[in-house]
């Protein structure tokens, strides 16, 4: 008897080890194919790849100085001397985050706002920008479920990669003009006066990505006043403060605007590129309510969310950001060398133009120079981008949209000749 059920067992152990093994050699996976490369990253690494002396990257959206190199700004360099030796134990986990969300907010909205008096914004630092955006797009879902969120047409293109993965109802309106090449005022008004009431936009307050086009702050007003009258909620997603004027305040000033007209705001801030902490992943989520006690109860689901999430943030780049922001002489250091990095980009922009402009080139360049921070819509087709990086070595998207930080007082001669090949004919 007990040979005979252990034969069975030996039988069913055999059947089920056969069937693992059909499972395995079929394989969990089989179902997967390879994933769309990102279309900036697919650019530095096709960049990456060249070994032609001339190649220019004109794909990432990082500061590079005039020699082309990454910048380690000197009010980083301060600041990591002044945490030197801290120590970087739990306890002092929550009061860095606190500290951070403070000073943060006080860039945003205003260091004299009342709301940051009022305790009226719940913050949390994030994982830059893109963490920052992610958590305000999971907390949409949960307690606005049905609303579409609305992006600008163009957009950073992982903009709507978060927004779906959240599940959340994706939209556009219109936003810039390719004729033009400026921003498409008229068609934008109109499609915020028909998205329905209540609906979520995502704005770029400054140095619009990809079109560097941003509205003037009497157009910001008047889509401040449409959006009061549509009950629209503004998410403004702010990653290049201080590209745009080399004026912090300057540059929030949209921001300013909507509150000032007495709107709820959500705020996703990133220190990636105007503290050249790219690698850090440091930035802060904010959302503007409407009490004290609202601003505990929003809070507590933010927290929770991060906690599912990746429960807390690298304590590293947190001290720096915290200690630049709260520390008033590292503070107006950060403040010039903002300036320094707007001030080369817009040479940049004059320079290229100018250099266009030598050539006899039969088309108008007057966009480059209209438009600010650290992108250019540059107007070059799919085609001719096609031919720039095929026979000049020059990388960028297929949209057009060049990084002015990557163009420097080297190379920009020879980008202007490249662009005026691949266009005197058009």
Excluded at 104 to 127: F, H, I, P
Excluded at 339 to 367: C, D, F, G, Y
């Amino acid at each position: 008897m007990w040979s005979f059920m252990g034969s069975r067992l030996t039988s069913s152990a055999r059947c089920m080890s056969t069937s693992t093994k059909a499972l395995n050699r079929l394989g969990w996976w089989d179902r997967v194919s390879p994933a769309s490369k990102d279309p900036i990253t697919g650019v530095t690494e096709a960049f990456l790849a060249d070994t032609n002396p001339h190649k220019i990257n004109l794909g990432v959206g990082a500061y590079r100085d005039d020699e082309g190199k990454p910048v380690v700004l000197q009010c980083v360099r301060n600041a990591e001397a002044k945490i030197a030796g801290c120590d970087f134990m739990e306890s002092n986990a929550t009061a860095v985050g606190s500290k951070l969300v403070e000073e943060s907010v006080k860039l945003a909205y205003g260091k004299d706002a009342n709301v940051v008096k009022e305790g009226t914004l719940a913050g949390l630092q994030a994982l830059s920008g893109t963490g920052a955006c992610r958590l305000f797009a999971e907390f949409q879902r949960r307690f606005h479920p049905e609303s579409p969120i609305y992006f600008p047409d163009p957009t950073w293109p992982n903009h709507p990669n978060i927004w779906r993965d959240a599940q959340v109802p994706v939209r556009t309106f219109q936003y810039y003009h390719p004729v033009s090449k400026g921003l498409n005022f008229a068609a934008l008004m109109d499609d915020i006066k028909n998205a329905p009431d209540a609906s979520f936009f995502l704005l770029h307050p400054c140095a619009h990505n990809p079109t560097g086009v941003d509205p003037t702050a009497e157009q910001w007003r008047e889509i401040s006043y449409q959006f009061k009258v549509k009950s629209h909620f503004p998410f403004f997603d702010v990653a290049y403060q201080g590209f745009a004027s080399g004026d912090l305040d300057m540059d929030a000033q949209a921001i300013r605007i909507f509150l000032e007209d007495g709107h709820l705001i959500g705020c996703a801030q990133s220190f990636a590129k105007n503290m050249g902490l790219y690698g850090h992943r440091v930035g802060c989520l904010s959302v503007l309510c409407a009490d004290a006690k609202q601003a505990v109860a929003v809070k507590s689901q933010l927290q929770q969310i991060a906690r599912a999430m990746y429960s807390n943030p690298p304590i590293h780049g947190l001290l720096l950001v915290s200690t630049i922001l709260s520390d008033p002489e590292t503070k107006a250091l950060w403040v010039k060398e903002v300036k320094v990095m707007a001030n080369r980009i817009q040479q940049m922009r004059s320079t290229l133009r100018e250099s266009l402009e030598k050539l006899a080139s039969p088309l108008n360049w007057e966009h480059i120079t209209n438009q600010v921070g650290m992108f250019c819509f540059s107007g070059l087709t799919a085609d001719q981008v096609d031919r720039l990086v095929r026979e000049f070595h020059i990388y960028l998207t297929r949209d057009g949209r060049m990084s002015m930080a990557g163009v420097t007082t080297s190379n920009v001669s020879y980008l202007a000749n490249a662009i005026h090949e691949v266009t005197r004919y058009n």
